[in-house]
């Protein structure tokens, strides 16, 4: 009995390390061409959305990325789309935080390929994100307190998510915390709210 347990726990360990190394192989970018989706393409990513559901870091159910990427990668090089189709493909597969995400760096015009690298490397967050959420509600229903302490919590909070350099997970991270520290702000310092997005937006301007 005592053998087949080590056994058990010995597989368990094996299938950990093979599913992480797997998670941080990085899957290569497709090659882009120049056409627009079609019918076929477009009807390819439904069936794939109906099969894996939308990808979503902030979801624990969710399929991770880096699997939705592989079965992406296929459609783009062989129908040779072009970046943005590329980027309408990817953003109709992807939900909540990792869609704020894709839709974000998209808008940014940052090339297709390079977000591809971002997220082929992605790994699972270290704490659930929905859990961080629902620590910063509570946070915040606490009232007025030292804003400074406050602002720190929710910083902290979302930062122990962060899983290494993975680049995803710091923007999310990033994102968050600056969505929460204004939810917090205009909750409280209502008449000072614009004067600090003034102020956030001239920083972000200078960075």
Known sequence: MHEQQVNLTTKAV???????????????????GNSCNTDKTLEAVKMLRRELCLC???NE???????????????????????????????SVTGGLTNFFVSGRRDSKLPFVKLW?????????VVPLKMIAQEVDELLKKGLQDPIIVLKEIAALWEST????????KRI??????????RYIHTHFASQALAIE???LVQSKVQ
């Open 162 to 169: 962060i899983n290494g350099d993975d680049e995803l997970q």
């Open 56 to 58: 979503d870091v902030g």
């Open 117 to 125: 690298g971002f997220l082929s490397v992605s790994r699972p967050p």
């Open 61 to 91: 159910d969710s399929i991770h990325i880096t699997k939705c990427l592989k079965r992406l990668s296929p459609i783009i090089t062989e129908n040779q789309l072009s970046e943005s189709a590329a980027y309408e493909l990817l953003t």
């Open 198 to 200: 003034i102020y956030f």
């Open 14 to 32: 094996l299938d950990l390390v093979q599913n992480t190394e797997t998670l941080r192989r990085k899957e290569p970018p497709p090659i882009l």
């Open 173 to 182: 991270a990033d994102e968050s915390a600056l969505y929460d520290m204004r």
